[in-house]
């Protein structure tokens, strides 16, 4: 087996210098240690450790918190106190609309500077705060909001006017709507406001109140093979973890330029691009660009980028656009590359090796774990092709169903990838889909639905997953919800979608849809139904594919077999059609 050993150097130097030693004597209250804690004994509070306590205990006030960098224009830096006073402002602004604690405050915003003080400031005020993602269309933010019941949205006036004007009467509990390119005094429709405007009208002093380690927090909408999207609720303490992971996995430290390339709307973007690297005292880079090779690559070399979290679409995309450009810059700062989110294959680690003479790191971990459960570290020697090894505190095992009950799987036999619980950012409930939640958790293990293998070693293979989930670019498709909408259109009778595998996105969404009576199959509603789906779910969801048949397989019991449909696609032989074989065993 291929295996890329590290140099003297990086083990000496790495925050985490002997895994195995680490690892054997690790507990959660050694975590705990590196929160500061609200003062006065008011609890934790995510804010508080990301921001306000670089400024009143450790004085860091005037070094920059975020640097956002624009598609044209200058740099625009923030820095610690500033950021403090923003968010403070934020808090103040939410108290004034009314809002208490427990209350929704959702997002769809560019990378841009309000979007993080919009999620710093919701924390501070103790609300939920749920990010958008850009690319979804009405029904699926409609989806998203109505279930989180969201009070108050944060967007752009081309955003609310695409998206969101359409959906605004179907979201009774949305009374507000702050539009942060909105000129002061301008009103759009009712209870919209102008950011500028209700900012400046708030005090930058604000007291975070007593928030408990277990208060909620944040939500994160991912997608499940059925029913609708699942919001994973995360809680304040959950910060513990993010803030040990970034310096284990990410070698993170105060004082690094860290660069998270995933989009805010996500999971990753939020835990990872902004609560990590601001409770480590590290400076985040934010991208406000479109993304081109070109432009990457000089940020790493002109930001000086220290560590660089990124995902396995994202370098399949650099790796296309050839290596010319990315000799064009030096990477003298660059200490450690990740990935995460997606498979990242043996190849991808050692193009690493070849443009940045440093290998990806991956590391897995899901939107429910809340953080970075299994990494390949700075200091450990990488298999490629491997997710690499349990985090200090995470304790991992491959389970097998063996006449109705969950053994342990052989060494480099396929299981379901299991996590002992609990661990500080383990999601506390899944809003909307309560059953679901429940039925991840058994014997004091969380099944987790990937399908994994671990060698002799103790290295974790990604295997597969053991439902019909679709990644695609990094972001889940569910594929129930994309046939709601396909269902939708007056033509379509039934609808199936799967994810075909695609050399640049991983996975892309493939439909396919049966026409209800006196409905002729041909070219013009094929595009039709497509330019349907496009238009309700945005690009990120829609298929980029659709076959129209006469007829869809299912089971006995009347379920959907997409698992026949893709070994179609594939030209595969069919396979086990048996319950166990469908995926229905542990989900
Ligand atoms: P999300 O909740 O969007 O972060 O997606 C989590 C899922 O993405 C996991 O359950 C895996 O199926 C997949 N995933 C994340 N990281 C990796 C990785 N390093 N290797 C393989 N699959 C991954």
């Not at 370098?315 to 660059?334: C, H, P, T």
């Not at 509603?525 to 309700?536: G, H, M, S, T």
Request: hydrophobic fraction near 40%; glycine fraction near 10%; aromatic fraction near 10%.
């Amino acid at each position: 087996m291929e295996t890329i050993v590290k140099p003297s150097h990086d083990r000496e130097q790495a925050n985490l210098k002997d895994y195995e030693k680490v690892y054997a004597s690790y507990g959660w209250l050694q975590a705990e240690a590196c929160m500061t804690g609200l003062p006065g004994h008011h609890g934790l509070n995510m804010a508080y450790e990301a921001v306000d306590r670089h400024v009143q205990v450790f004085h860091q006030g005037d070094k920059v918190a975020l640097r956002w960098c624009p598609q044209t224009g200058p740099v625009i830096d923030m820095t610690w106190q500033e950021l403090m006073e923003q968010t403070a402002r934020f808090a103040n602004g939410l108290t004034a609309l009314g809002l208490q604690q427990g209350d929704a405050v959702f997002a769809l915003c560019p990378r841009q500077p309000e979007f993080y003080v919009a999620v710093l400031g919701s924390l501070k005020h103790r609300c939920l705060f749920s990010p958008l993602f850009v690319g979804f269309g009405p029904g699926p933010l409609h989806a998203r909001m109505q279930s989180g019941h969201a009070r108050v949205l944060v967007t752009t006036r081309a955003l609310y006017q695409t998206k969101v004007k359409a959906i605004r009467t179907e979201l009774p509990d949305l009374h507000y709507v702050v539009l942060i390119d909105a000129d002061p005094g301008s009103v759009l429709d009712k209870g919209c406001i102008s950011y500028r405007e209700w900012m400046d009208a708030s005090s930058p002093h604000y007291a975070i109140g007593p928030t408990s380690a277990e208060d909620a927090a944040l939500i994160h909408f991912t997608s499940g093979t059925t029913g609708r999207p699942k919001g994973s609720l995360h809680v304040h303490e959950a910060i513990i973890a993010h803030h040990v992971s970034a310096q284990f996995a990410l070698d993170l430290r105060a004082g690094d330029v860290f660069w998270c390339t995933a989009d805010p709307g996500w999971a990753t973007g939020i835990f990872y691009g902004i609560l990590a690297p601001l409770s480590n005292g590290a400076t985040v880079l934010v991208d406000g660009g479109e993304g081109d090779a070109e432009r990457w690559y000089q940020l790493l070399e002109t930001q000086k980028v220290n560590v660089w979290y990124t995902e396995p679409a994202a370098i399949r995309r650099l790796m296309q656009s050839g290596e010319e450009a990315s000799q064009r810059y030096r990477y003298e700062d660059l200490r450690l590359i990740a990935s995460g989110g997606e498979p990242l294959t043996a190849e991808a680690v050692r193009w690493g090796e070849k443009v940045f003479r440093k290998p990806i790191h991956d590391t897995w971990w899901q939107t429910e774990t809340g953080s970075i459960m299994i990494a390949n570290f700075r200091s450990t020697d990488i298999r490629p092709g491997s997710m690499g090894r349990p985090l200090p505190g995470i304790h991992a095992g491959v389970l097998k169903r063996q006449e109705g009950r969950l053994v342990p799987a052989a060494v480099d036999e396929e299981g379901e990838l299991a996590l002992r619980t609990p661990w500080p950012s383990l999601f506390r409930a899944c809003i909307g889909r309560e059953d679901s939640y429940r039925k991840s958790f058994v014997d004091g293990w969380y099944l987790t639905g990937d399908l994994v293998r671990r060698d002799a070693d103790g290295y974790f293979w990604f295997e597969g997953r053991v439902d019909d989930v679709i990644k695609s670019s990094g972001h889940w498709i569910g594929p129930f919800e994309v046939e709601s909408v396909l269902m939708e259109h007056p033509a379509v009778a039934e609808a199936a979608v799967i994810g075909k595998p695609d050399p640049m996105h991983y996975e892309v969404g493939h439909a396919f849809v049966t026409l209800k009576p006196n409905h002729m199959t041909h070219e013009d509603l094929r595009l039709e139904i497509l330019d349907f789906a496009r238009e309700r779910l945005g690009p990120a969801l829609a298929p980029r594919d659709l076959v129209i048949q006469s007829e869809l397989p299912h089971t006995r019991s009347g379920k959907l077999m997409r698992r026949l449909l893709k070994a179609q696609v594939l030209g595969e032989p069919v396979g086990d059609m048996s319950p166990q074989g469908l995926g229905e065993v542990f989900v």
